[in-house]
């Protein structure tokens, strides 16, 4: 995702995003159940006329003919204290830098297995304490720190002993956790179906398990060989600057809220299941098959990977979720494939376009507030306060770093 400081095309993005004051009643129930709080939403949200957020995009980063600005493979974001914004590029395996204004800094990093080098696999960059930075780093088995200035702080070992961590998550306070699903080791015994979702300090040690849950069927690494199932009921979570861990299980349109890994609040929705048809999967099967022939794997290696992959019956009820400005829940919808027109078939990518751009927002209490329309082909990364960062891919699939503004009306 030169500096471009444009629009997307228009210079605001439509929204309807209520906000917790004003607007229409909340016509959904609460009640309590044994000491937890039950939110049951009906499709009516609370927004009015004149209550709506509106995006604006505020900076656009990225250009095709000057290196220190073209990014292969965007993979996360963070952000320091001063606005500055970290770009990791997962294909490069380096981090570019760049103030607030979207002006080239520097570069982190680079491909290797050297001190402060990054190895394939690395995606994920979290801001921590003292704009302190974590990279995971899959590829080298270790978790490299660097400072603002890039400076490499080193490392502490990442073992997968101990499970393959598929996710992490950190905030904008520089709370992290990751989520650890157990790995069947040869000549050991099989390991249990819980995944766990466990605080991580930058000094290598890991903190309290936040909560454990059962793991997902989209990756299986069963016996040591490794399976994949798209569309899955899969665990899916983030967490807040107090480690309360927001989750849910991806066949049902149900939130649930755990402090100090005890169930505390339950949001849910209206949900009808979506059946994946053969179009579905013929159509995600072509984008994996130019996934895969674009990172360089031969014919056969292409076809071994396409035996491994099977598809659920039904599309899951969301995608991803996110803590978004005022403690507000932001809920990302699904997309079918086959509803898209044939033009954006063709610009479709699986790991950006599989939630769709409409966001549900819910506010801290868990009502629900209204949906909120993101541009196309924009795929959010990170919320700073009412800013949003992420990605963004022109007609040509070139990738832009963009920020957006969340602008919200005045309380009534």
Same mark, same amino acid.
């Given at each position: 995702?030169?500096?471009?400081?444009?629009?997307?095309?228009?210079?605001?993005?439509?929204?309807?995003?209520?906000?917790?004051?004003?607007?229409?009643?909340?016509?959904?129930?609460?009640?309590?159940? =044994?000491?937890? $709080?039950?939110?049951?939403? $009906?499709?009516?949200?609370? *927004?009015?006329?004149?209550?709506? *957020?509106?995006?604006?995009?505020? /900076?656009?980063? &990225?250009?095709?003919?000057?290196?220190?600005?073209?990014? =292969?493979?965007?993979?996360?974001?963070?952000?320091?204290? #001063?606005?500055?914004?970290?770009? /990791?590029? =997962?294909?490069?395996?380096?981090?570019?830098?760049?103030?607030? !204004?979207? !002006?080239?800094?520097? !570069?982190?990093?680079?491909?290797?297995?050297?001190?402060?080098?990054?190895?394939?696999?690395?995606? %994920?960059?979290?801001?921590?304490? &003292?704009?302190?930075?974590?990279?995971?780093?899959?590829?080298?088995?270790?978790?490299? /720190?660097?400072?603002?200035?890039?400076?490499?702080?080193?490392?502490?070992?990442?073992?997968?002993?101990?499970?393959?961590?598929?996710? *992490?998550?950190? $905030?904008?306070?520089?709370?992290?956790?990751?989520?650890?699903?157990? /790995?069947?080791?040869?000549?050991?015994?099989?390991?249990?179906?819980?995944? %766990?979702?466990?605080?991580?300090?930058?000094?290598?040690?890991?903190?309290?398990?936040?909560?454990? %849950?059962?793991?997902?069927?989209?990756?299986?690494?069963?016996?040591?060989?490794?399976?994949?199932?798209?569309?899955?009921?899969?665990?899916?979570?983030?967490?807040?600057?107090?480690?309360?861990?927001?989750?849910?299980?991806?066949?049902?349109?149900?939130?649930?809220?755990?402090? #100090?890994?005890?169930? $505390? #609040?339950?949001?849910?929705? @209206?949900?009808?299941?979506?059946?994946?048809?053969?179009?579905?999967?013929?159509?995600?099967?072509?984008?994996?098959?130019?996934?895969?022939?674009?990172?360089?794997? @031969?014919?056969?290696?292409?076809?071994?990977?396409?035996?491994?992959?099977?598809?659920?019956?039904?599309?899951?009820?969301?995608?991803?979720?996110?803590?978004?400005?005022?403690?507000?829940? *932001?809920?990302? #919808?699904?997309?079918?494939?086959?509803?898209?027109?044939?033009?954006?078939?063709?610009?479709?990518?699986?790991?950006?376009?599989?939630?769709?751009?409409?966001?549900?927002?819910?506010?801290?209490?868990?009502?629900?507030?209204?949906?909120?329309?993101? @541009?196309?082909?924009?795929?959010?990364?990170?919320?700073?306060?009412?800013?949003?960062?992420?990605?963004?891919?022109?007609?040509?699939?070139?990738?832009?770093?963009?920020?957006?503004?969340?602008?919200?009306?005045?309380?009534?």
């Amino acid at each position: 995702m030169t500096t471009y400081v444009n629009g997307l095309g228009v210079a605001l993005v439509a929204v309807a995003a209520g906000c917790a004051t004003g607007g229409s009643d909340w016509e959904g129930s609460i009640t309590d159940s =044994a000491g937890v $709080t039950i939110v049951a939403n $009906t499709e009516q949200g609370m *927004w009015g006329e004149g209550d709506a *957020w509106t995006l604006t995009e505020e /900076l656009k980063i &990225g250009a095709l003919d000057d290196p220190d600005y073209q990014f =292969a493979q965007i993979g996360f974001i963070a952000v320091d204290g #001063h606005g500055s914004i970290y770009v /990791l590029d =997962a294909q490069a395996q380096q981090i570019q830098v760049y103030d607030d !204004t979207g !002006t080239y800094v520097s !570069t982190i990093g680079g491909p290797g297995a050297g001190p402060g080098e990054l190895g394939p696999g690395a995606v %994920f960059i979290l801001m921590g304490a &003292g704009d302190t930075l974590m990279v995971p780093d899959m590829g080298n088995q270790r978790v490299n /720190l660097y400072n603002p200035d890039g400076e490499n702080l080193g490392s502490f070992p990442l073992s997968f002993e101990n499970g393959i961590p598929l996710a *992490w998550r950190g $905030t904008a306070s520089g709370v992290v956790a990751r989520q650890m699903r157990p /790995l069947a080791l040869p000549d050991q015994p099989e390991p249990d179906s819980m995944d %766990f979702v466990v605080a991580q300090s930058f000094d290598g040690t890991a903190g309290d398990t936040l909560m454990k %849950f059962v793991s997902g069927g989209t990756f299986s690494f069963g016996g040591g060989t490794p399976s994949i199932k798209l569309y899955s009921a899969e665990p899916i979570w983030t967490i807040d600057d107090d480690l309360a861990v927001y989750y849910g299980v991806s066949d049902n349109y149900r939130i649930s809220r755990y402090e #100090h890994n005890q169930l $505390t #609040h339950v949001f849910s929705m @209206p949900f009808a299941l979506e059946r994946v048809t053969e179009s579905d999967q013929d159509a995600v099967m072509d984008a994996l098959e130019d996934l895969w022939q674009g990172a360089g794997l @031969p014919p056969a290696a292409v076809q071994r990977a396409k035996s491994i992959v099977e598809f659920g019956e039904y599309f899951p009820a969301f995608a991803n979720i996110q803590i978004g400005p005022q403690g507000t829940l *932001w809920v990302q #919808h699904i997309q079918s494939v086959s509803d898209l027109s044939e033009e954006e078939r063709a610009n479709f990518n699986l790991m950006e376009d599989s939630g769709a751009p409409e966001w549900d927002v819910f506010d801290p209490d868990g009502r629900y507030l209204g949906v909120v329309t993101m @541009p196309d082909r924009f795929a959010p990364r990170l919320f700073v306060g009412e800013k949003l960062y992420g990605v963004w891919r022109d007609d040509l699939d070139v990738q832009y770093v963009v920020r957006l503004k969340i602008d919200q009306p005045s309380e009534t």
